[in-house]
Structure formats: C-alpha cells, structure tokens
C-alpha cells in the first residue's frame, strides 16, 4: 500500500531540514532526500559564516533575525569581518555605506594601523577597510544535526536514498522514486536547491529559472600561518575571501560560474587563480594546497530567495533559490516557511520580514 502524507518536502539539506522540524509537530511528514545522507551537496560543503551584509539588504532582515537562535543554541563563534580596500576603492566603500545605511547592520571604517593589528600579512596597498564586529563563524553540521533532530523527534519520516524520478498529480501528488517506491502526500515542497526547477518541471510546474553556480575553497597551508582569530577578510571587489581555519587558511576566489546541477568538483583553474589573488593581497607564502573542494549556490533571476505557494498551484510550495547565504538565514527562512505553508500567525522572529519580497508570485 502506498504511504499517504500531508507534506513531502523534496530535499533533506539545511532548507528541507530546517523546514521540516519547524512544521513536524502540526502534520505528517515526508522528507526525501536523493543522496546517501542529507547535506551532501551545499550544505556540507560550505565555509558558513554569519555576516550582516552579505547577500544585500533585502537579505539582511533574514540573517538579522537568524543570530539570535543560532546564538541560543551556540551556534555561533565570533569572528568579525573585513571588507578589504585599496586607494582607487574608496568610491565602493562609500557606495558600501549608503546601501547599508539604514539596514541596521553594524560597520565602521578602519585604516591601516587597525589593519595591521587584525591582519598583519597584508601588502601595503591594502590600507583601508570596513570593520563587521559582530560577524561570527556558524557551526554548519551543528545546525543541521539540530533540525534533523527536532524533525525526528516531532515524527518526520526521512528517506534517504530516495532520488525523485517523476511526479503526477490526481488529487494528491504521486512521488515516483527511483528504486521503484511510490509516495503520496497533499501538499509538495521544493526544497531541492540547485536542482528546484527541475523538481518543478518534472511536477508540471513552470521554472522560475534557479540557476546553480559554482563556489570554490581551497585549504592552505601558509606561512606564517594564520592566526585563530583572525577576521573574515572579503576583498571590496569581489574577487576573493579567506579566512582561518585549524592553523590553515581556506580561500575562495568567490567564483560564481553557471553550472548544472550535478555533483559538482573544483577546475585547477579556479584553485590557481585564487591562490594568484591571495598572492597579490597577502605576503604569505603559499606551502601546500591541502584540500579543495566546490559546491553549488543557486539564484532566482532577481538573486533573492523563493518562499511560498506557486501562483498556479497552491499545493506546490517552493523553498529555494537561498543562494549562498542559506545558512545563516536558515532559522528566520524555515520559520517563515513554516508560517506560510500551515497559515501560522507571525512570531517576533518573523515579525519584520516582507514574505511577499521572498514570493514565488512574483514571477508570474
């Protein structure tokens, strides 16, 4: 007999998981995931960290509202966060100021000799900053063991190993796994990151064009090595970040190149241009690359997150498209998707988020 739940959510990384343990104790609930264990892909290959800025200020009220649970849960290690700049940048840091401005996060300028103390192995041209004092390491696997956790204890029912290859709708939704196993359900989340749209398609539902992108890390071995409480130090430009890392340093060209979603692996192209631009800001002397790895970020079109019921269907809620900053939006993200998916009134974490900036109808 073919199993019957209120709620299948498709994906079992830090969306699907957070979303599942926030409504696990109001319906029955199915979470699929296609791999051997859940957070293969994204969530476990990212260098997480929780920093106000970033993504924008539309993004900002997401990961505001998320520091004060990861916070309670001890989640979060403080790092502090530098925007890195030269003399010809001094237009970008004003521009900086101004998109932040009333975005409630908390920045300031700093100059060489503040650098010198945070980061003393950069090269001369870079004497000029914007100092993030509350930016904080996130503890990626913590967080995703403590919603799998709360989503079995509330009766989630995980499968992993379950790889979507069909869906039908007849007044329920007929979730066709791979292996042959048949799952039924009322309602379908999309919480399959780089791999939503074709969820989508395959369910009859129109894209909304969720594009994934490759990201880059490197490990480092450097000398001198880093210290542990180094910042987070982001170029201005966008064209690398590193940050400490257990003695070494882990570095990223902060790439973003269109790709399919597939397990995803590192071009030796991308591990040499980051050490180049490491190289060009830094005098530290690069000993070994120790590890390198790659992982998927997805975007809607506008680059803001997808929550909520598809204007054509309400019964297919999407929960995608959290681009890089999935993580440290996960605790406000999966409580507002909760509170969209079961009508649920706002709480004080939710209370300042504009659901309608994140909806899916916004595409239509």
Known sequence: MTAHFDIAIIGAGMAGASLAAEIGDAADILLLEAEDQPGYHSTGRSAAFWEECYGGPEIVPLTSASGPFLEQHGLLQN??????????DDGKIDHFFARFANSGA??????RDDLDRLVPSLRPEWDRAIWQPRCADIDVAGLH?????????SGVRLECRARVNGIARDGAWQIKLADGRVFTADTLVNAAGAWADEIAQLAGIKPIGIQPYRRTVVQLRVDPAPSHDMPLCLDISGSFYFKPESGRLWLSPHDETPDAAHDVAPEELDVALAIDRLQHAS???VQTVERKWAGL???????????GSDPACESFFW?????GYGIQTAPAAARLGAQLL???QRDDMTARLDAEAYSPARFA
């Not at 790092?79 to 010809?88: E, Q, S, W």
């Not at 929960?319 to 681009?323: E, L, R, S, V, Y």
């Open 79 to 88: 790092r502090g966060a530098l925007y890195l700049a030269r003399a010809d």
């Open 106 to 111: 908390q920045f300031e300028r700093i100059g």
């Open 145 to 153: 063991a403590l919603y799998l956790r709360r989503a079995k204890q």
């Open 283 to 285: 005098e530290w002397r």
């Open 297 to 307: 970020r997805s975007f809607a079109p506008d680059r803001l997150p997808v929550y």
């Open 319 to 323: 929960f995608a498209g959290q681009g």
């Open 342 to 344: 079961l009508g649920r």
